[in-house]
Antibody, heavy 124, light 107 residues
């Protein structure tokens, strides 16, 4: 079955650290670009970070730059998000999402596979 | 990073047509993608590229783009289409930006 399964979400204190994982199965993970997307309670979707298939390129939202690090292990079909210096504004459901690129007259990038998400609560 | 602007809420009568729009400078250069999210569920891709639907998405969903505006149209809205809809587009810095979302109510 083609799927993504996130794990690692817990209650953590402000200033703390956490590592999220995303296990991929049913498709060729090593050739797929991946992203983390989050959603705070009652709020909209917020893109967090991107990593290319070979880890050569990464991007981060300004809100997490310098605090979060995206990585992957293609041998383990796994995606990670290391989160440091957490604040209550980081409280959210974190989704991993596979990205596909499309081009005809212009480029298009889209998230065609999503996990169910893992909840991170930052609170004292 | 670029911003994408969506109307917070839109309503449509059952069986009628509704258009949900997304505005932003990056849409002049790149295609938008559209996602449907129902309460307690992960987002689902409904439209990408020029006007492509993933397998399993009903053909009442369509997409279009003009200038700095991308649109998602639902022709003959059904009760099960009531959901939040988000657009997404890459900006020139490589960031993938979401619009603020549109809550669709089917009356």
């Amino acid at each position: 079955e083609v799927q993504l399964v996130e794990s690692g979400g817990v209650l953590v204190q402000p200033g703390g650290s956490l590592r999220l994982s995303c296990a991929a199965s049913g498709f060729t993970f090593s050739t797929s670009s991946m992203n983390w997307v989050r959603q705070a309670p009652g709020k909209g979707l917020e893109w967090v970070s991107y990593i290319s298939s070979s880890s050569t390129t990464t991007y981060y939202a300004d809100s997490v730059k310098g605090r979060f690090t995206i990585s992957r292990d293609n041998a383990k079909n796994s995606l990670y998000l290391q989160m440091n210096s957490l604040s209550d504004e980081d409280t959210a459901v974190y989704y991993c999402a596979r990205e596909t690129y499309y081009y005809d007259t212009r480029g298009g990038w889209y998230f065609d596979l999503w996990g169910r998400g893992t909840l991170v609560i930052v609170s004292s | 990073s670029s911003e994408l602007t969506q109307d917070p809420a839109v309503s449509v009568a059952l069986g009628q047509t509704v258009r949900i729009t997304c505005q932003g400078d990056s849409l002049r250069s790149y295609y938008a993608s559209w996602y449907q999210q129902k309460p307690g569920q992960a987002p689902v891709l409904v439209i990408h590229g020029k006007n492509d639907r993933p397998s399993g998405i009903p053909d009442r969903f369509s997409g279009s783009s003009s200038g700095n505006t991308a649109s998602l149209t639902i022709t003959g809205a059904q009760a099960e289409d009531e959901a939040d809809y988000y657009c997404n587009c890459r900006d020139s810095s490589g960031n993938r930006v979401f619009g603020g979302g549109t809550k669709l109510t089917v009356l």
